[in-house]
Each structure stands twice: as structure tokens, then as C-alpha cells.
């Protein structure tokens, strides 16, 4: 948690970052003490319990000294317990986020957002606000497709467009939703085939899933990727990937290979930190 915070992989509001920043140096220092934060020679690590893009923030020193003091009592174990949960509480947990360019609808240049891609949906973040912008629940996604410098979503009759990114993570982007929509097909399939009166591993399965999926990611430069089927698209040197799982109930129809999702989605819990 500490590191996706610190490191900006996981994009949190200023607010937020503060809270972090508090609990972390009553983990690191204890208690505060008000006579040497006057001294200014004590502190002066604070600004590195910041995102980088936080650390210059007007009066951020005062505001996590500040938050900071109301933390008194609290041991470092519990500060570090507290910390965790609130990276949990954020409406954004679960979700892994990539750093993409867009077109400017009307204009001749690119504009920077996070994508965000989660078990139930895929969604897009202003950079600055960390406000979501727009999201697109998981079962309308038709099929994708990453090159080297770009990634494409085809969200069929639930977009007017296809949504188009400049990002050099398609890759992992792409292997990230064929996980996803692995891990929901199987299960889908193991509940079937069980049958109401044989209980299901479920959460074995889906830590094996995980650990499939992640070693698929790694390998990902250096797998052979079929080529989906087609249609007029706004990139032309474009291959599509799919989860293994998830390419045989594809070729079966869209159609079925939603609904298969959507019997499933509500189910879904959100995974544990890596």
C-alpha cells in the first residue's frame, strides 16, 4: 500500500496523501512534539511520507504536522494498521492504474489521465483531480487490443467509438482484463459444473487464477498473440490478446460470453494487496 501511495502508482487525492503522510510519521517519530516542530529541525522527513507530485503543495507541511498531532497515543504498530485500512477504504482500491495519453476531442494534442482497470469495470481519472471520469462496467467490453505505443477498447453498442489511448503498457493492460475475464469465466464454469450441493473452493481457484495470470503478465513479451477479427478501427497495426480461457467463449459469440460475465460480477470481491 505504502509503496503504490508513495510512488504514485496508485493516484490518491491531495487530502488523502496527508492523512497518509500523518499516519506514516506517527509510525515513524511517535508522538508529535509541538516544542521541536517549532525547532523546524526535526521533521524534515515529511515531505518524503509525500507522492512526489504533493511534496511542493501549498502549506502541505503544516497540514500533515497538523494532522499529524491528533495522532498522539497511537502506537506505530496501529498507526501502520490504520494506514493499510485507509488504503482500503479508498473508492479506488482494487483497481490497477496505467498512465495513458488521450486525443483532445477537437484538437491536435494529447492530454495525460490515468486508466484504471478492476475486477467489474474499466475506468477513466483525471490526473490532477483524481476525479474518475468516466466508467465502463467490464461485461460491455467486446474486445481490445494493444500495439507498442497504443491500446483500444471496443465497447460496442454501449460506446459510440472505440477508446483509444497512447500508452507503452498495452500490453499489460491487455493481459490485465484477459485475466480478469478469465478468473470470472472459470469460476462461472467450476460453479456449473459442482452443482449446488458440492461446496467451491472459490477463493483457492481465484488465488490460483491470480498466480496464473500474474506469470502470464511477466511473460507477455514473449508470447504469440493471435489476431482478432477486424472491423474498421481508428489504429491499423493493432493485435488483440485474450485470455486463453476467455478466447474460447469468445469465438462462441459476444453475446453469451457477457451474459456468462454478468451472472457472475456481483459475486466478485475485490483482490487482496499485492
Known sequence: ARVAVLQGSHPVSEDEAIQFAALQAQETHGNFDGVKAKEGTHYTDIYTFLPLEYQKARNVETRVLADFSKLSGLTPMNAKLRYVKLFRSLKT?????????????????????????????????????????????????????ASPNSFTLDFGDYSESYYSVQTTEGEAISQLIAGYIDIILKRNKAISQAGAAQPIDVA???????????????QAQQMQLGRMEQKPAPQTATVSHTASAAQTALSKGVGTTLGMIASVLPDLQKPADL
Do not use: C
Open 204 to 218: 483457492a481457484m481465484e488465488q490460483a487464477l491470480e498466480a496464473s495470470r500474474a506469470a502470464s503478465m511477466r
Open 93 to 145: 482500491y482494487g483497481v490497477s492504474f496505467f498512465h495513458v495519453k488521450e486525443k483532445v476531442r477537437g484538437k491536435n494534442k494529447l492530454m495525460s489521465r490515468w486508466l484504471g482497470v478492476a475486477r467489474d469495470s474499466i475506468m477513466r481519472m483525471d490526473m490532477k483531480t483524481k476525479e474518475v471520469l468516466k466508467t465502463w462496467p467490464i461485461t460491455t467490453i467486446r474486445r481490445w487490443a
